[in-house]
């Protein structure tokens, strides 16, 4: 496979059914699901010889797709709404850096008191 059939297949995987899934619809609900999606991709090439005078070669591809749910919309009764997906694990790690932070703080004020006393 060489670089351009890559980057015609990437090229073609980047389309909007990728953001927006089948609506589902229950009732007068109808929810279309959304993504957050990124892609990525590089290349190289080579040539060339080396100090000894052999002839050298290369060549390289590299390609990423990463997904993460956004949320939904929601249309209900000719109302449009947008509901927000909710990432718990980034909700966890920002409350342990702000925990870190905190306590890092209260040791360094508790070090300066103790200081001071002395």
């Known amino acids: 496979m060489d670089i351009m059939e890559i980057a ?5 995987s980047a389309n ?3 953001v927006f ?3 589902v619809q229950h009732g007068d ?12 991709g590089g290349g ?13 070669s290369g060549s390289g591809v ?11 919309f ?5 109302e449009v709404r947008w509901q927000p997906a909710v990432d718990v694990n980034r909700i966890v790690a920002g409350g342990q850096i702000v925990a870190v932070v905190l306590l890092l703080t209260l040791r360094a004020v508790f070090k300066r008191r103790r200081r001071r006393r002395h």
């Open 8 to 12: 015609e297949k990437s090229r073609d």
């Open 16 to 18: 909007v059914k990728r």
């Open 21 to 23: 899934g089948d609506p």
């Open 29 to 40: 609900v109808v929810v279309i699901p959304v993504a957050r999606i990124a892609y990525g």
């Open 44 to 56: 190289g090439t080579g040539q060339g010889e080396d100090k000894k005078g052999d002839s050298g």
């Open 62 to 72: 590299g390609y990423g797709v990463a997904a993460t749910p956004a949320g939904v």
């Open 74 to 78: 929601v249309v209900k009764d000719g």
